[in-house]
């Protein structure tokens, strides 16, 4: 089955400083690569998502970047604001199976 | 804005006994999944749920977990028996369609077995 995995585990940065979140999938049939936001003691709630035909997608402050042949995308926030704080966790999924497989998450604290 | 809806927020019971954990998901959705993240660990699918049958499960979800649709609105996970490593937040989700992307999910369930 497919495997996810995210890397760094916890950021901090500076507010007003970008930050990045790598992971790499196993499966090369995963063709959704969805990130999603959870603020301590909320839900999960998905802020940004690619398609496999799609190298790049953009929403204001918050970028994902994917490499089909590296397996691997990364979310890009700039300009970190405090709220950016959060757990961010990736998912891939393919279109044989209904169910997302969760990275295991980057705790990030924007220091403001 | 719609959302998906647990009950209970919080249950702590004792091992071996048996829980129900119920959601309602978004009314016109279609697609019903729970998923569970065991404190400070990564959110981990156990189920998915369409057009009244099972769709996939993980290997997590063995024969002491069930779950049912008893009406049009709730959607329940059943624990027959449960243990201390059952301990952890279950989310459930929804999704509207199948070429819908978004998995909406609900504020989850913090189950603590003693």
């Known amino acids: 089955g497919e495997n996810v995995e995210q890397h760094p585990s916890t950021l901090s940065v500076q507010e007003g400083d970008s930050a990045v979140i790598k992971c790499t999938y196993s499966d090369s049939a995963s063709n959704y690569f969805p990130w999603y936001k959870q603020e301590l003691g909320k839900r999960p709630q998905l802020i940004i998502d690619?398609?496999?035909?799609?190298g790049e997608k953009k929403d204001q402050r918050i970028a994902v970047t994917l490499n089909k042949t590296a397996k691997h995308f990364s979310l890009h926030i700039t300009e970190t604001q405090p709220e950016d704080s959060a757990v961010y966790f990736c998912a891939a999924k393919d279109t044989g199976r209904r169910a997302l497989t969760f990275g295991s998450g980057t705790r990030l604290q924007v220091q403001p | 804005e719609p959302e998906v809806t647990q009950t209970p927020s919080h249950q702590v019971t004792q091992m071996g006994q048996e829980v129900i954990l119920r959601c309602v998901p978004i009314?016109?959705?279609?697609?019903f999944y729970w998923y569970r993240q065991i404190l400070g660990q990564k959110v981990e699918f156990l189920v998915s749920?369409?057009?009244?049958?099972?769709?996939?499960k993980s290997e997590i979800f063995d024969d002491q977990f069930s779950v049912e649709r008893p009406d049009g609105s709730n959607f329940t996970l059943k624990i027959r028996s449960t243990k201390l490593e059952d301990s952890a937040m279950y989310f459930c989700?929804?999704?509207?369609?199948?070429?819908?992307?978004?998995?909406?999910f609900g504020e989850g369930s913090r189950l603590t077995v003693l």
């Open positions: 989700a929804s999704k509207a369609g199948p070429s819908q992307r978004e998995l909406f």
């Open positions: 690619i398609r496999s035909n799609v």
């Open positions: 009314s016109n959705h279609l697609y």
């Open positions: 749920f369409y057009n009244n049958e099972i769709s996939e």
